[in-house]
Nanobody, 123 residues
């Protein structure tokens, strides 16, 4: 599975962005999809995850109520809707896929990664 994240950009605080993660190859619907983010000098951190079926999700506390994850298995695409953005949300955002479900949120538990997309939130 190859993943390609897109949709990043510059937005003012309080604004919204929608990231997409398009998958190519076989088996997208068999993988839980995750979003991570990373700022320079810090470790990559888990943000959200959605199960292979799309029926279950998992969120980091820092984004609950503001970010939403979804997927369209017919389009081999996962989405990250980010609302009420804050300057501290500024980071490079990565999508990742794992067959281990949403219980796995460690970086080392991901099988595939997309290249990151930069999100910058200005104050």
């Amino acid at each position: 599975v190859q993943l390609q994240a897109s949709g990043g950009g510059l937005v003012q605080a309080g604004g919204s962005l929608r990231l997409s993660c398009a998958a190519s190859g076989r088996g997208f619907s068999s993988y839980a999809m995750h979003w991570f983010r990373q700022v320079p000098g810090k470790e990559r951190e888990f943000v959200l995850a959605i199960s292979a079926s799309g029926k279950m999700t998992r969120y980091a506390e820092s984004v609950k109520g503001r970010f939403t994850i979804s997927r369209d298995n017919a389009k081999n695409t996962a989405y990250l809707q980010m609302n009420s953005l804050k300057p501290e949300d500024t980071a490079v955002y990565y999508c990742a896929a794992t067959p281990r479900g949403i219980a796995t949120i460690q970086v080392g538990g991901m099988d595939y990664w997309g290249k990151g997309t930069q999100v910058t939130v200005s104050s």
